[in-house]
């Protein structure tokens, strides 16, 4: 079973801002930006949504990176472990 490690928590990794060099924060699943119940909906089916459908059922998320800093964001793929 994979999982994502930013997703549970467990990620040591930093990230730093291409703007202001500033330390990133995990927004989150960029599929929970979609609209109100996209928090609620299976991964998979927000990905279909998402128009790549290659990408349903790979063991990946996408997650938003948010500079609080400078408020840069950037997508960020995260492969599961």
Not at 7 to 12: E, K, L, Q, V, Y
Not at 29 to 51: C, F, Q, R, T, V
Request: glycine letters at 8%; hydrophobic letters at 25%; aromatic letters at 12%.
């Amino acid at each position: 079973m994979s999982f994502c490690p930013l997703c549970n928590g467990i990620s040591d990794e930093y990230y730093q801002c291409s703007v202001c060099q500033g330390k990133m924060e995990d927004g989150g699943k960029i599929y929970d930006y979609y609209d109100d119940y996209s928090p609620y909906m299976e991964i998979d089916w927000n990905k279909l949504a998402d128009g790549v459908p290659n990408s349903a059922g790979k063991p990946e998320c996408v997650h938003l990176l948010v500079c609080p800093r400078c408020g840069n964001e950037q997508e960020l793929t995260v492969h599961h472990k």
